[in-house]
């Protein structure tokens, strides 16, 4: 299928494990390129916003506090089928559930502290939404990767 991009974004426990080099290091090596990256940390209003799906839910406000806790490193990522395969390889949303050689299956044991965020890809259009959200188009960066001819078809 198609190339597209995809909004990932290492959240504060992962920051605070220092978990931000193996996780980049897993897209790299798995083929996906980098478009974008910065490290920031996220306000109440960006909060609700990003999860505003999840507004009323019991779990939302405890959720709200931990992504603006401290730092996260929101990220771009490039490739074919992007958004379904990043999901892939972050496992389910439940570390406990998720299987090991993913993510959340190898970095995480609780549901609310699950190392890792990206777009959801049963949700259409979830990626563009997100992207849109943390980055201006002039954060984005066209590029390259001298590997793609290997990588794809
Ligand atoms: P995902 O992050 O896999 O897309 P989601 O969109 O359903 O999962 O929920 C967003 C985050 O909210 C999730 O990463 C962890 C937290 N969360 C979800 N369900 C929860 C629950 N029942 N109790 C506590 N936290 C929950
Ligand atoms: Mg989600």
Same mark, same amino acid.
């Given at each position: 299928?198609?190339?597209?991009?995809?909004?990932?974004?290492?959240?504060?426990?992962? !920051?605070?494990?220092?978990?931000?080099?193996?996780?980049?290091?897993?897209?790299?090596?798995?083929?996906?390129?980098?478009?974008?990256?910065?490290?920031?940390?996220?306000?109440?209003?960006?909060?609700?916003?990003?999860?505003?799906?999840?507004?009323?839910?019991?779990?939302?406000?405890?959720?709200?506090?931990?992504?603006?806790?401290?730092? !996260?490193?929101?990220?771009?990522?490039?490739?074919?089928? $992007?958004?379904?395969?990043?999901?892939?390889?972050?496992?389910?949303?439940?570390?406990?559930?998720?299987?090991?050689?993913?993510?959340?299956?190898?970095?995480?044991?609780?549901?609310?502290?699950?190392?890792?965020?990206?777009?959801?890809?049963?949700?259409?259009?979830?990626?563009?939404?997100?992207?849109?959200?943390?980055?201006?188009?002039?954060?984005?960066?066209?590029?390259?990767?001298?590997? $793609?001819?290997?990588?794809?078809?």
């Amino acid at each position: 299928s198609d190339s597209e991009r995809t909004f990932v974004m290492v959240k504060p426990d992962g !920051v605070q494990r220092g978990l931000i080099g193996e996780i980049v290091s897993r897209f790299e090596d798995r083929g996906l390129k980098l478009v974008g990256g910065k490290f920031m940390q996220i306000d109440e209003e960006l909060a609700h916003e990003h999860y505003g799906e999840h507004e009323g839910k019991p779990f939302f406000d405890g959720l709200v506090d931990f992504i603006t806790s401290g730092p !996260v490193f929101a990220m771009v990522w490039e490739g074919q089928d $992007a958004t379904r395969q990043v999901r892939r390889m972050m496992g389910e949303t439940d570390p406990a559930d998720s299987a090991p050689g993913t993510i959340r299956g190898d970095f995480g044991l609780d549901l609310g502290r699950n190392v890792i965020h990206g777009s959801d890809h049963a949700d259409e259009g979830a990626n563009e939404r997100e992207i849109d959200l943390f980055f201006d188009d002039a954060e984005l960066v066209d590029w390259d990767q001298i590997d $793609a001819e290997w990588l794809y078809e």
